[in-house]
């Protein structure tokens, strides 16, 4: 670590203004990109997951809310990470300056997996010199197969067969994670239009929603003395869904089906301290991404006297679960 720091202490003045030793500036840029190549790796599967989180639960029905009555739910959402979303290989070809400690291939985990024991190290050119570095550990996921988590939830009917929701959940720290979602949603029903309005028929309708869905993951501390100590990386992600949802009664019971498109624009920004944070993070920016992704949901509804119970499964590279308990008011 001390190597590390030392080589920190040199680059970290000469990321902000120019230089002339060229040479020196290459190594940099290098030593940045495989920063940026193992974050990429970390935080990928996290923020693929945000648009399944993000978008469950909207409307459970396809039937509108009769004009001005108001649905209060509170819901249970749960993601489920697959295996193959908990670790990333990479073998030294993936670096332009850092390389495997003791091995040319490793298992790292992402957000989700496990901790690791594996180590980088290298060398920089840098004004005449080779500075090696050593000692540099891997980021530690936080070793979670399912995350749990509520938010609350309500809509109003308006005119026209239409619905709207609104959804939060202040910030919430469970199991190392810290979540926070905020999110508007519309839904328009279409067989007003038509001669098929009875309750017992086939309803279908139409969903627009836009949600703000925030998630840190701590992890171990990385430290290095005096420059910058990090623990945690935010996954910020504004994402927008349009639906097409089917729903058919039969008495207490209600089975709905939908399917649609996730529009995702990720950010990521590390948590911690030091000097040298700024920098990392503006050079973490490059990694903010946008990512389409279909997804499809199928549930029922069991309706009693004055409330309702809502149970959906989306299915696409995540599954997850949402649970809700609705008060027709």
Same mark, same amino acid.
């Given at each position: 670590m001390k190597n590390l720091t030392y080589i920190l202490f040199l680059v970290i003045p000469f990321m902000t203004i120019s230089v002339s030793a060229q040479e020196g500036d290459s190594d940099l840029d290098l030593f940045v990109n495989d920063m940026l190549f193992l974050a990429d790796g970390f935080a990928s599967p996290a923020s693929e997951s945000a648009a399944y989180q993000a $978008?469950?639960?909207?409307? $459970?029905s396809a039937r509108a809310l009769e004009k001005w009555k108001v649905d209060v739910s509170l819901h249970g959402n749960a993601i489920f990470v697959p295996t193959s979303k908990k670790e990333f290989t990479v073998n030294n070809n993936d670096f332009n300056i850092l390389s495997i400690t003791g091995d040319d291939r490793a298992i790292l985990p992402t957000a989700f997996g496990k901790e690791t024991d594996v180590q980088f190290e290298g060398e920089v050119e840098f004004n005449g010199q080779t500075i090696p570095i050593s000692g540099f550990d891997a980021i530690d996921g936080i070793d979670k197969g399912a995350l749990i988590y509520p938010f609350a939830q309500v809509s109003v009917g308006l005119p026209y067969g239409t619905e709207i929701g609104v959804r939060a959940l202040p910030s919430m720290e469970i199991d190392g994670s810290e979540f926070s979602t905020y999110g508007v949603g519309i839904k328009h029903n279409f067989n007003q239009y038509f001669r098929f309005d009875d309750e017992e028929n086939l309803q279908v309708a139409a969903i627009l929603a836009y949600n703000i869905f925030d998630v840190k993951y701590e992890f171990d501390p990385i430290s290095v003395e005096q420059v910058v100590q990090l623990d945690l990386i935010d996954v910020f992600a504004n994402v927008w869904m349009a639906e097409v949802l089917?729903?058919?009664?039969?008495?207490?019971?209600?089975?709905?089906?939908?399917?649609g498109v996730a529009q995702s624009d990720f950010e990521y920004e590390f948590g911690g301290n030091g000097v040298a944070l700024p920098q990392i993070n503006s050079e973490l920016a490059r990694l903010n991404d946008k990512e389409a992704q279909f997804k499809g949901d199928i549930g029922f509804n069991l309706y009693f006297e004055r409330f309702k119970i809502s149970t959906m499964a989306t299915a696409g590279k995540f599954v997850n679960l949402n649970l809700g308990l609705h008060f027709i008011l």
């Open positions: $978008t469950a639960g909207w409307f $459970t089917a729903s058919k009664r039969y008495e207490n019971f209600e089975i709905f089906g939908a399917l």
